[in-house]
């Protein structure tokens, strides 16, 4: 009978097969999703975790110039 008739994709005895398709994407995704959260947050952490020394360095180097400047500075009022 598919011979004859040809074959349809949308209408196999009744069954919508783009819906079938529209649904099984969507519960794909939706399976995924807690998936593509966790490559999220590791990616985050991994970025977070590589800019911690450089912040360290930052605040150390601020804090270590500031305590040069301000002992080394003159009191302008001993002239």
Same mark, same amino acid.
């Given at each position: 009978?598919?011979?004859? /008739?040809? @074959? %349809?994709? *949308?209408?196999?005895?009744?069954?919508? #097969? %783009?819906?079938? @398709? /529209?649904?099984?994407?969507? =519960? /794909?995704?939706?399976?995924?999703?807690? @998936? !593509?959260? +966790?490559? #999220?947050? =590791?990616? !985050? !952490? #991994?970025?977070? &975790? +590589? %800019?911690?020394?450089?912040? !360290? #360095?930052?605040?150390? *180097?601020?804090?270590? &110039?500031?305590?040069? =400047? @301000? *002992?080394?500075?003159?009191?302008? %009022?001993?002239?």
């Amino acid at each position: 009978m598919v011979i004859a /008739t040809g @074959y %349809n994709a *949308t209408d196999i005895c009744g069954v919508d #097969v %783009n819906a079938a @398709y /529209t649904f099984c994407f969507w =519960v /794909t995704i939706a399976q995924a999703v807690p @998936y !593509l959260l +966790l490559v #999220v947050a =590791v990616i !985050l !952490l #991994v970025i977070a &975790m +590589l %800019n911690v020394p450089f912040q !360290l #360095v930052a605040a150390s *180097t601020q804090c270590i &110039m500031q305590a040069i =400047v @301000y *002992t080394h500075i003159q009191d302008q %009022n001993e002239d």
